[in-house]
């Protein structure tokens, strides 16, 4: 049954003692959804180590098993496609229901438009609220057609190119999954398909293709970063270590940085520089954050996070050119700026208002309703520090079907005078299994483990 059907599940959250230990966080959303499609899309067999098991990331193996790959789960975070090559996807037999993942049904109707099947999508109440025109234009121009709701929204029918054609386009908006979704489907056409990004955006995809094998050039130009990929390569199935999540570290890091006292560590978190812009932006804010032991794991940097409070941070301004590399993390940095001395001003973030929720509408009237003031606009949001004073809570959050929103509120939780009660945690099991449980035991001092506790 899908999580927005059913009954919410309220919890309610108080001061936690200073967290210790070590918190072992799941594996990479981003990361996780690209070794299945990729998987699915290569000859042969790719073997997935430290998968990332929430909803998102299962209903995009299951889409991938759809489209006749065969995935297999062989244990905790290990699994197994046998994929049926670039170009071998079969129509699925019924609707590929995403749940509540942007990315996944992004990608995945990328990686079947220029295949000439036809496939139906549908995802719950949230997803059905995102606009899926930003990549039906550009699958348009590779010959696909997409029939869907009024705003470009679920459910809607791709019909991919019998005969693609190559693509060069521009990214009109900051986002990796566009930019995805292009390449993915690059991959079916013949000759070269060109993705201009004029501001950088997590460059997963790119790392990972390189990976399987494909030709892919990427290079620097007055226009932004341009990559060039080669059309119907063989991908060949490969061994994927997937990192810790650093969207997921975010969480206990920031409630670290919260509560007095604490001090954790995060091992084996992703550090590529397209996604570690909430650590730079609290290094700026004064934190006491390091990277130990940095190395490289499965084409991408990864490092062990050491992170201790010692006192307020100071509220910063965020540089707006940022925002790509930690567009995720604005809920959790809005949180911890809520304990901050002075403004945080968050600029360039209007691509909040269309995640799983408007989260600048959501951040706001959370933190209002918990004795925060704050400022928005269209597309920025401040908030004001209480340093000193603290953080009143005593009030009831709305999720809205959006974990980042549950989890961002839940850490506040753990560092404001008033209990706090969120809605529905429900939604926390799209990334984060066994969030609760990780935090609960870094509140006691033992080591975390989220695969352990989920
Ligand atoms: C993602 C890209 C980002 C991010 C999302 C994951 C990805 O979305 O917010 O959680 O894996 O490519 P946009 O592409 O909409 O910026």
């Not at 269309?354 to 309703?369: N, P, Q, S, W």
């Amino acid at each position: 049954m899908r999580r927005d059907a059913g009954r919410p599940v309220p919890r309610t959250i108080g001061r936690s003692a200073p967290l210790g230990g070590t918190a072992e966080v799941p594996g990479d959303k981003s990361i996780s959804h690209r070794a299945l499609i990729l998987g699915a899309l290569a000859v042969g067999e790719t073997r997935i180590s430290g998968l990332l098991e929430g909803d998102d990331v299962r209903d995009t193996a299951r889409a991938m098993a759809a489209f006749g790959a065969r995935v297999e789960r062989l244990g905790a975070g290990e699994w197994r496609v046998t994929g049926v090559g670039v170009g071998g996807f079969a129509e699925p037999a019924d609707v590929i229901d995403c749940g509540n993942s942007g990315t996944g049904v992004r990608l995945v109707m990328g990686a079947m438009a220029t295949t000439p099947i036809t496939a139906t999508f549908t995802g719950d109440a949230s997803l059905r609220s995102r606009p899926m025109g930003r990549v039906t234009e550009p699958l348009a121009l590779f010959g696909a057609r997409a029939f869907g709701r009024e705003g470009g929204r679920l459910p809607m029918t791709v019909v991919g190119a019998a005969e693609p054609v190559p693509v060069r386009y521009t990214l009109p908006v900051a986002s990796a999954q566009v930019k995805s979704a292009v390449l993915l489907a690059g991959l079916a056409a013949p000759g070269e398909t060109v993705v201009i990004e004029p501001v950088p955006t997590r460059d997963h995809t790119e790392r990972m293709l390189a990976g399987f094998g494909a030709d892919l050039a990427i290079e620097e130009s007055a226009e932004g970063r341009v990559i060039r990929l080669a059309g119907q390569p063989e991908l060949v199935g490969q061994r994927i270590a997937v990192p810790r999540d650093p969207s997921s570290a975010a969480f206990p890091v920031a409630a670290a940085l919260m509560i007095p006292g604490s001090e954790i560590v995060v091992p084996g978190v992703g550090i590529n520089p397209t996604r570690a812009g909430f650590f730079e932006t609290l290094g700026e804010m004064g934190a006491d954050i390091r990277f130990g032991k940095l190395r490289e794991e499965g084409g991408e940097p990864v490092a062990d996070i050491h992170v201790r409070h010692t006192g307020a941070l100071r509220g910063i301004e965020v540089p707006p050119e940022r925002a790509p590399a930690m567009i995720d993390e604005y809920p959790i940095l809005a949180a911890l700026a809520a304990f901050a001395e002075g403004p945080t001003v968050m600029r360039g973030i209007g691509e909040l208002r269309v995640k799983e929720t408007d989260r600048i509408d959501a951040m706001a009237r959370g933190l209002e309703a918990v004795g925060v003031p704050v400022k928005e606009g269209e597309d920025f949001l401040v908030v004001h520090g209480r340093s000193p004073e603290g953080v009143r809570g005593g009030a009831t959050i709305a999720s809205r079907l959006d974990h980042r929103i549950a989890m961002s509120f839940a850490c506040l939780a753990m560092a404001a005078a008033e209990p706090v009660t969120i809605d529905d945690v429900r939604p926390v099991a799209t990334s984060f299994p066994g969030f609760f449980e990780l935090m609960a035991g870094l509140a006691s001092g033992v080591a975390g483990s989220a695969e352990e506790a989920g």
